[in-house]
């Protein structure tokens, strides 16, 4: 499974962005998608996953009512969409896939990892 995230960069304090994630490879329907993301000098941080069906979706308490994770299963392209975002969104955003969901959260516990893009909020 190869994954390739596009779609950061330099926005202000309340603006958008949309990252990409675009994956390849085979049995990727077996594996759950996930978007961490690391700012400087901190931990890799869980921020949204999702099945490649939509049918399961999670959010770290962060980013809930600002970002929207959505998957296009024809294109193998899962995407987060990042609405008013803040100074402290700035991080290297990397997506995932893991095989066995249950561990979502761990970026431990995932399979492959795509290269990041990184977005910088200013204030």
């Known amino acids: 499974v190869q994954l390739q995230a596009s779609g950061g960069g330099l926005v202000q304090a309340g603006g958008s962005l949309r990252l990409s994630c675009a994956a390849s490879g085979r049995g990727l329907s077996s594996y759950y998608m996930g978007w961490f993301r690391q700012a400087p000098g901190k931990e890799r941080e869980f921020v949204a996953s999702i099945s490649w069906s939509g049918g399961t979706i999670f959010y770290a308490d962060f980013v809930k009512g600002r970002f929207t994770i959505s998957g296009d299963n024809a294109m193998n392209t899962v995407y987060l969409q990042m609405n008013s975002l803040k100074p402290e969104d700035t991080a290297v955003y990397y997506c995932?896939?893991?095989?066995?969901?249950?561990?979502?959260?761990?970026?431990?516990?995932?399979?492959?990892w795509g290269q990041g893009t990184e977005v910088t909020v200013s204030s």
């Open positions: 995932a896939a893991i095989r066995v969901r249950t561990y979502y959260r761990d970026p431990m516990k995932y399979d492959y």
